[in-house]
């Protein structure tokens, strides 16, 4: 059994693994400590992997390090996949693992990763398992933080899924076209300049937000080409683990 814990801005994601068989996974949003104790005396793991894009926990790391064989994901770390970024000591470890998932689950193709969370991440690999880089923009609730942060009327509002026209009829309504289906926009300008440079490539989602990109690019001319898949990047850190051990 594998242990895996991906640590984000705002949530956690703890999830076992039996080989390449995803057994459990839970997301949180307060201290993952206790509810990695949970896991470790349900399943007993002999090995677990941590990724975090905030300072790392030493409580958590102590206790892996006392319970199982321990990886702390980092750019010195093996993986699986060969790494052509310029600077791989600046890569984010959540968008190292997700390109990581990506090729144990569309390997021998090109693909693009976009992950929608605090920002959205575009990452590339290669058919070869190359990995090339990518792009990074803000996201959803970033885009509408700073409308209301660098002006003076505009109102912080929030994201609603079931927001779909395109015109506005109120600051509010300005505001949700503007930037969701401006988001969108930006997701299938990108989507198609890959698609001309890249032959037979696969566009995968995941992140917290990646649902409502899934559900109105697939109503879209991508529709073929685009593969939701939540777990991704869990199921990158659990190929990273089985790698360091192979």
Not at 36 to 47: E, G
Not at 57 to 65: A, M, S, W
Not at 140 to 152: E, G, H, K, P, Y
Not at 187 to 196: A, D, P, Q, T
Request: proline share 3%.
């Amino acid at each position: 059994m594998n242990l895996i814990i991906d640590i984000g801005n705002f949530k956690t994601k703890i999830a076992v693994f039996n080989n390449d068989d995803l057994i459990e996974v839970i997301a949180i949003e307060d201290s993952p400590i206790d509810y990695i104790q949970q896991f470790i005396r349900k399943y007993k793991p002999k090995y677990s992997i941590l990724s975090s894009v905030v300072i790392n926990d030493e409580g958590i790391i102590r206790l892996l390090n006392q319970t199982t064989t321990f990886t702390l994901l980092n750019n010195t770390i093996r993986v699986p996949v060969k790494n052509n970024y310029g600077t791989p000591a600046t890569l984010g470890t959540d968008r190292l693992a997700a390109v990581n998932g990506a090729f144990q689950l569309f390997e021998k193709r090109n693909v693009l990763i976009i992950n929608g969370g605090t920002c959205v991440t575009f990452d590339l690999i290669t058919k070869e398992g190359v990995y090339l880089g990518g792009a990074i923009s803000p996201g959803l609730a970033m885009r509408f933080s700073a409308l209301n942060t660098f002006t003076d009327k505009l109102p912080l509002i929030s994201f609603e899924n079931d927001f779909n026209q395109l015109i506005g009829t109120s600051t509010r309504e300005s505001i949700l076209s503007g930037v969701q289906n401006g988001l969108i926009a930006e997701l299938e300008g990108i989507i198609s300049k890959y698609e001309k440079q890249f032959e037979n490539l696969a566009v995968v989602l995941c992140g917290g937000d990646s649902k409502f990109f899934d559900s109105r690019l697939k109503n879209s001319i991508f529709a073929p080409v685009v593969n939701w898949q939540p777990n991704l990047v869990l199921i990158g850190l659990n190929a990273i683990l089985k790698y360091q051990y192979a």
